[in-house]
């Protein structure tokens, strides 16, 4: 079945470091790749996707590109906050069905 | 974007007691929206999918009479765990997909439910 694997955390990062998080998925398909964001006691906001080989998902300076070859969607920022600080869930989906989580990565920012 | 709407964002209910939650999608029509559970430090566990106008598909291990979900309209859908117990409480979340827009889904805020 699809699965995705996200690295384990907690990340702890200085402002302005660099940030990867990693992610890779397996699926019997092409899927579409998402991020998502949760903030304390919060719901999950949709960060940044993309639906096929190649695509790069951008938003508020994160990206991420789907990397067929790899089966990989890497999570980057170059220059991170402390409001960045959050879980970060990477996902999948097939046409049609439900999304597959990641274990979610916390990521601490500190000032 | 999309908005996806929750009430209540946090209730206190007694052992027996029944307690329903609303999702509402706000800015559009969602014909599919899913319910999840969280736990502490975890992540979210897909209890169910709602489709408008039919019965929810549950998934393997959620008790359909115990979490009763209802989607009878386009902009809403409700979850009510019935005789609730201390070991339903939890964060509910749900979500919902727009037309269009293949397989995303945007999630609500969720729901803090604390059974006494």
């Known amino acids: 079945g699809n699965s995705v694997t996200q690295m384990e955390g907690p990340v702890t990062l200085s402002e302005e470091a660099f940030l990867t998080i990693n992610c890779t998925y397996t699926?019997?398909?092409?899927?579409?790749l998402f991020w998502y964001v949760q903030y304390p006691g919060e719901g999950l906001q949709l960060l940044l996707k993309?639906?096929?080989?190649?695509d790069k998902g951008s938003n508020k300076g994160f990206e991420a590109t789907y990397r067929k070859e790899t089966t990989s969607f890497h999570l980057e920022k170059g220059s991170v906050q402390v409001s960045d600080s959050a879980v970060y869930f990477c996902a999948l989906a097939e046409y049609g069905n439900k999304l597959v989580f990641g274990a979610g990565t916390i990521l601490r920012v500190k000032s | 974007g999309a908005v996806v709407s929750q009430h209540p964002s946090w209730v206190i209910c007694k052992s027996g007691t029944s307690v329903k939650i609303e999702c509402r999608s706000l800015d559009f029509q969602a014909t599919t929206m899913f319910w999840y559970r969280q736990f502490p430090k975890q992540s979210l566990m897909l209890m169910a999918t709602s489709n408008e106008g039919s019965k929810a598909t549950y998934e393997q291990g959620v008790e359909k009479d115990k979490f009763l979900i209802n989607h009878a309209s386009l902009t809403l859908s409700t979850l009510t765990v019935t005789s609730a117990h201390p070991e339903d409480s939890s964060f509910y979340i749900c979500?919902?997909?727009?037309?269009?827009?293949?397989?995303?889904?945007?999630f609500g805020p969720g729901t803090r439910l604390t059974v006494l």
């Open positions: 993309a639906t096929k080989a190649d």
């Open positions: 699926a019997t398909g092409y899927p579409s």
């Open positions: 979500s919902a997909r727009v037309a269009g827009e293949g397989d995303t889904q945007y």
